[in-house]
């Protein structure tokens, strides 16, 4: 049987086209002075980007992303008196097939601006697309526990994480001034994650594609 669900898998991804690229939403959610996640972000979308993904990339300090004061979806269908920037980006959200989410550590777990954004959109806007997790720290762990607590966000926002986990340790250490990695061991490190996405990524697609989404399970629209 899982053998003709892979059979199955192959064809669908056949009939989608081999140059049709997968819309990958990479969001960098420190905005702290002196942050190290711009580094890891560019250094992220290149290697995206030389996979089979068509990049958007948010960073939320350039964005000036607003404090979130009534989540878009509680504003009804329409989105009634809705900032233009929570509109476009549940847009943008709702067309993407996979996320990408860049995170520094504070305090055991994931930055306020981070969680602002994730919460101003619903669950059914993220619609069961898959998430990959990178995370890093000036210390030792590599902020492990920034990607423990997205687990569980992302999980609930029906964005399940791959299983694997990119994490840099010491980050102060891997890249120069101008961002250039000075380790080339990142990439190989990096590479099991973006494989589970890109595979994950193009199943969720298709199924997508196949049967639509299970809209009845999500909490909001």
């Known amino acids: 049987m899982y053998r003709n669900y892979l059979a199955s898998l192959a064809r669908q991804q056949a009939e989608m086209g081999n140059g049709d690229k997968l819309k990958v939403l990479l969001v960098l959610g420190s905005i702290r002075d002196g942050r190290q996640g711009i580094k890891v972000a560019n250094f992220v979308r290149k290697q995206l980007e030389n996979r089979n993904f068509e990049v958007t990339f948010y960073d939320l300090l350039e964005m000036n992303f607003p404090m979130v004061k009534q ?40 930055p306020g ?18 998430s990959g997790v990178v995370c890093y720290s000036m210390g030792p762990y590599g902020g492990y526990c920034s990607s423990t607590a997205l687990r569980t966000v992302l999980g609930v926002l029906s964005s399940p994480c791959v299983s694997r986990v990119f994490a840099i340790p010491l980050v ?37 594609q196949k049967v639509g989404l299970p809209t009845s399970s999500f909490m909001f629209q």
Request: with cysteine.
């Open 172 to 208: 102060q250490n891997e890249f120069d001034e101008d961002g250039n990695v000075l380790n080339e061991k990142l990439k190989s490190d990096l590479n099991p994650m973006l494989e589970q996405l890109e595979w994950m990524a193009n199943a969720a697609k298709c199924h997508r």
């Open 113 to 130: 601006s981070l969680k602002n954004f994730l919460d101003a959109f619903p669950d059914g806007a993220y619609g069961c697309k898959p």
């Open 71 to 110: 989540p878009v979806h509680f504003l009804g269908p329409e989105r009634s008196g809705a900032p233009q920037i929570l509109l476009d980006c549940e847009k943008q959200i709702r067309e993407t097939d996979a996320f990408v989410i860049v995170s520094a550590e504070y305090n055991n777990s994931i």
